[in-house]
């Protein structure tokens, strides 16, 4: 997930294990820019109740076991 970690700062955060991304962003917009770029290992993907979770590059070397189930490497 995304939040607010001081105000106009925001950090993207792993929905699985909970580690930080390694940059601090100027707003929500450019975290989401950031995320999506996929250079950077990090993955989105969608639970079943239909929320967005962000999983860090580990996480998602790890694949489905690390965020319970899913369909992430298909
Ligand atoms: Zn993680």
């Not at 955060?13 to 929500?28: H, K, N, R, V």
């Not at 450019?30 to 996929?38: E, F, L, P, Q, S």
């Amino acid at each position: 997930m995304i939040y607010e970690h001081d105000r106009g700062m925001y950090v993207l955060t792993c929905d699985s294990c909970g580690a930080d991304a390694e940059q601090l962003f100027d707003g929500f917009r450019d975290a989401v820019d950031w995320k999506k770029d996929g250079s950077n290992g990090w993955r989105s993907k969608l639970d079943d109740a239909g929320d967005w979770n962000d999983l860090c590059p580990d996480c998602v070397e790890q694949g489905p076991d690390a965020s319970g189930e899913g369909d992430l490497l298909e």
